[in-house]
């Protein structure tokens, strides 16, 4: 009797819901020390589901302390299963802060960081006078009333292509600091919940926290709007505002090449929306 056929290797494009407050990020990291990872929770699922070595991919790579709503990971796996049996399986084996959304297959060599064409980021702040307990795991407060005019001028000079040096964490190591963001929109209230969307091709590390750094010092009254124009053009890390914290910034969705939809189209003219027009 013949032996039956080995199965083949075969590529699954993951979509992947997290709360980032318990992770270390979602880089697998080497060292003594075994961190918390998004992508390490994800290989141990799939490893106990399949009961060999897989591999995970992701469309890139969250801080510690940043969210997730719709990261994409393309998964390489020998199994049968069917895609839904597979998302079932994994989660019943994940923690409750992270969760497959969606499972469908894709091509052999399809890769999740190669086939990323835009993702869209929010950073959320709490503008209110005291802190607010259920917004506290998400949320970054500022506790002095923001100016939204300001912070809405300001965002306009980060539109389009540029060299975002200034925007770039410390010892990044990159080919280039050029990137191109296709929106920047804030939405919300002065005294109460705002929001800043950012869509763009890629982004540099830490890059929307210093954005959204840089626009909080605006909002405050620190700088003149136009001091954004000037950080952009200083190329300056020094220059612009800190780093926001991690809590507030969530990877909403990533659009790659099997996607059903395009990325929004690059806004030439800034509009300033009241909460009610979605990003894109």
């Known amino acids: 009797m013949s032996e039956p056929a080995a199965q083949a290797r075969r590529t699954f494009r993951f979509v992947v819901q997290y709360d980032g407050r318990d992770f270390e990020g979602w880089q697998v990291q080497s060292g003594p020390r075994l961190a918390r990872t998004v992508q390490g929770e994800l290989i141990a699922a799939l490893e106990s589901v399949c009961g060999e070595p897989v591999r995970v991919r992701g469309a890139g790579r969250t801080d510690a302390g940043v969210h997730a709503w719709g990261q994409v990971a393309s998964v390489q796996l020998v199994t049968s299963l069917a895609p839904e049996r597979i998302a079932a399986a994994v989660n019943a084996r994940l923690d409750r802060d992270v969760v497959v959304l969606d499972v469908r297959e894709a091509p052999a060599d399809w890769d999740a960081l190669r086939a990323a064409r835009a993702k869209h980021y929010r950073y959320q702040i709490w503008n209110g006078p005291s802190r607010a307990p259920l917004l506290e795991s998400s949320w970054h407060w500022v506790r ?43 939405s919300g209230d002065s005294g109460a919940q705002i929001t800043l969307d950012v869509v763009g091709e890629g982004f540099l590390r830490h890059m929307v926290r210093n954005l959204a750094g840089t626009l909080i010092e605006i909002g405050r009254g620190r700088w ?13 890390r020094g220059c612009a505002g800190p780093t926001a914290p991690a809590k507030g910034l969530a990877l909403v969705r990533v659009w790659d090449d099997l996607c ?8 030439s003219e800034f509009v300033s929306v009241d909460g009610s027009a979605p990003v894109g």
């Open 144 to 186: 002095e009333t923001l100016d939204l005019g300001a912070m809405t001028e300001s965002a306009r000079a980060f539109l389009g292509h540029h060299d975002f040096a200034s925007m770039q964490a410390a010892g990044s190591s990159v080919l280039t600091t050029d990137r191109t963001v296709l929106r920047f929109d804030v």
């Open 224 to 236: 003149a709007p136009s001091r954004a124009q000037e950080i952009l053009a200083s190329k300056d």
């Open 260 to 267: 059903d939809d395009l990325p929004p189209k690059p806004r």
